[in-house]
């Protein structure tokens, strides 16, 4: 079976390209960081990492995408890239959580992890792990509440960017892989037709709707 | 500080006034009822910037971004973004901090994008054109800026 | 045979596909967010994008399904890749990378504006040459002088301040009317005089530029005089108010729009956008036209407001023309001058 795994919930864009048999086996991976304008570098390093390892879009049997959370614009980017090409040549598209993405790619997730991405605003989105498995979250809130959740809950490491960008303790840096995507869809891969894509972004739109307004004609 | 706009050209001036006085990083907040004048006052702001042409109403986008004066020119409409609103939804391609941001209908709502403002309420008194602008700092930059706006 | 070309159209709040080969329409699929757009009084960006998400692969496979093609029978695709909404943009010119890949076709990034002139290839035929177009929506007010609407397009005039569509939806909301403005103003409109009020044509000075609008003192004006009622503690006459400046605005289009017609030597005026569905435009365009000589072109309303035909309907054109394909690493661009057809 080969899948195209992609995920756009963070500053940069990862594409890989995973051959599952008795094992998967990452064959081509690309993963930008810093400020990737998501939008001009994905379809390129899709068609880069398919012609790397000298398949077609035809050859692939599913595609596995991050569904956030992450920064709204972004996150569809690849999400609706996601479901073009699967519709495009009508194979089973499955949305996995960019944060699990992240702690599933990690080499060693045993014991407790938290998963701390920007979410700008002076917020992040995180979630904890216990050995691998999502106990709690995904949420969007202040870093404070992490601090708050890892005084009541130590980690044995706390990974991603916002966990670096808010000085978290112990932060390291750490990102969704095509390995990490591919472990979050394992146990939905053949197992039926996949749920529609359904994006994580925790938060409304910002257009409120109960906003008072100054009235158009001064009364 | 509160000035008499009797036509349109003074709105204008009073905007090319607070263009040629902005520096890098600055906030304007334009208040005032549909009509009052914040497109005209906005297109002063660019004038002052050395913008001439095309600033136009930026309701519909929500949020342009001009390039060709001094520093660049983020207009915004906020009319229809509320609650937490930011522009970093709006993914501007651009760094506030290194631009003059004018934000129309944004007063209650966008002063938190900058560390000071100056707002700009805009009033056009009942049964004619003449306008007036209440200008107001809301901290040290911009009130020591605020004598240079009168005239 | 013509190649069949697919349109992807997200620039705002309709997400469209349209397939089109030659000049015949195929398919004309298009999902709107307006709905939830009103209660907001107007397109909320975000609100739009996360609907073009939702709704572009099913409103693709409409699409197939109405023309009854397969996928592997689109030839190229073509996708607004600007002006529009940034975050919108987006969603459409990335499915229309994916597709362009996965598929193997060659993708166009084209120009919505030149969109709007295309489309009318589907309803009357390809286009006289040179054409002057008047251009009305609500984020847009321009005149262009078309050469070839695959690729050589000038604009003579544009709006200074509000685009028209704008100046309904602010209309509107001065009188207490709903968003979207410009149907419920039609609409009301009909019931009233459109000589009542004498409500100001703006930029028709002699020294204003002939081919520039504007329409925010007429917004001002309408302020003043609904103002000046409500002081007098007379009710607003909504309809006269509505029919006086819908006829100021159909006023000022048109005029200027023939007077670009003459002063160019043009024999052919097409006006497209969501505005030219405005039935007094259309019938003060059509006796103008007709008592200057010149020929009209106005698409159906279906076809005037955003949707996937005029952009496959342009993609036809810049196929035929033999127009370079845009790489896959285009840029959106929101504010896309008319000028660039495609990327």
Known sequence: MLILALDTATAGVVVGVVEVAAAARVLAECRTSGVARHGEALAPTVAAVLAEVGRR???????????????????????????????????????????????????DAGGTTYVVTDARRREVYWARYTDGRRVDGPHVGPAQDVRDALAEQPADRVVGAGALLYDLPGAVAAGATAAGLLAAAVPKLGQGPPEPLRAAYLRRPDASEPRPRVPAVPR | MTLLLPEAVDTRALGTRIGAAAVRGDLVLLTGPLGAGKTVLAQGIGAGLGIERGIVSPTFVLARVHREGRIPFVHVDAYRLGGRAELDDLDLDSDLAESVTVVEWGAGLAERLGAEHLQVALRREPGSDV???TLTASGPGWAARLPTLSR | MPELVLGIETSCDETGVGLVRGTTLFADAVASSVAEHVRFGGVVPEVAARAHLE??????????????????????????????????????????????????????????????????TVEH??????????????????????????????????????????AFDKVARLLGLPYPGGPVIDRIAADGDPAAIAFPRGMT?????????SFSGLKTAVA??????????????????AASFQEAVADVLTAKAIRACREHGVGDLLVGGGVAANSRLRTLAEQRCAAAGLRLRVPRPRLCTDNGAMIAALGARVVAAGVTPSALDFATDPGLPVERVSL
Do not use: Q
Request: with cysteine; net charge negative.
């Open chain 1, 57 to 107: 879009p035809a050859d692939l049997d599913a595609v596995v995408v991050g569904v956030g959370p992450g920064p709204f614009t972004g996150l569809r980017i690849g999400m609706i890239s996601a479901a073009a090409f699967g519709d495009a040549v009508d194979i089973p598209v499955y949305g996995v959580g960019s944060l699990d993405a992240v702690a599933l790619g990690l080499a």
């Open chain 2, 131 to 133: 306008r007036t602008a």
């Open chain 3, 55 to 120: 709704a572009l692969v099913p409103t693709l496979r409409r699409a197939l399904g109405e023309a009854g093609v397969r996928r592997s029978d689109i030839d190229a695709i073509a996708v607004t890749a600007g002006p529009g909404l940034a975050g919108a943009l987006l969603v459409g010119t990335s499915a229309a990378k994916a597709y362009a890949l996965a598929l193997d076709r060659p993708l166009y990034a084209v120009n919505h504006l030149a969109g709007h002139v295309a489309v009318d």
């Open chain 3, 125 to 166: 035929g390809l286009l006289p040459t040179p054409l002057v177009a008047l251009l009305v929506s609500g984020g847009h007010t321009s005149l262009l002088l078309v050469d070839d609407v695959a690729h050589t397009i000038r604009t003579l005039g544009a709006t200074v301040d509000d685009a028209a569509g704008e």
């Open chain 3, 205 to 213: 000075g002699p020294r204003d530029a002939p081919y520039d609008f």
């Open chain 3, 224 to 241: 003043r005089w609904v103002e000046a009622c409500e002081a007098a503690g007379r009710p607003v006459p909504v309809a006269d108010v």
